[in-house]
């Protein structure tokens, strides 16, 4: 039986791979795609499962390595708002827009209250 810390740390190195690599179909496309608009959040996945089996001579190399490329794509759109002078924060990444308190109209606040 393989481990699930090995399991998850292949599926995540396949995910890299299938990131690096040009899609040939559009199941390989879409996944390239979710795998660079959250990598982000993959990249707090490698750290989490780096802490997790730390212990394993893997974990020592890779899981730093799977988790800075990554969140190479958030960087790269930090680069280019910062040289455009436009605002970005790594933060809003993990708590978007749609998450924080809105303004409501008179009818959609009736609606979101749930009456």
């Known amino acids: 039986m393989i481990p699930p810390g090995i399991l998850l740390l292949a599926i995540l190195c396949l995910l890299l791979l299938n990131q ?3 899609p040939r179909s ?4 879409q996944i390239r795609l979710l795998t660079t608009e959250f990598g982000h959040w993959l990249a707090l ?6 802490l997790w089996r730390w212990n ?18 958030a960087f790269q759109a930090w680069k280019i708002a910062r040289s455009r002078k436009r605002p ?7 708590w978007p827009f749609w ?3 809105r ?3 008179r009818k959609t606040a009736f609606l979101a209250k749930g009456r």
Do not use: M, N, T
């Not at 974990?59 to 794509?73: G, K, N, S």
């Open 20 to 22: 690096h690599l040009q």
């Open 26 to 29: 559009r199941l390989r496309w």
């Open 45 to 50: 996945l490698c750290l989490i499962i780096g």
């Open 56 to 73: 394993e001579s893997a974990a020592y190399l890779v899981i730093p390595l799977l988790a800075l490329d990554f969140a190479r794509p």
């Open 88 to 94: 970005f924060s790594i933060l809003r990444l993990f």
């Open 99 to 101: 998450a924080r308190k």
């Open 103 to 105: 303004r409501f109209g």
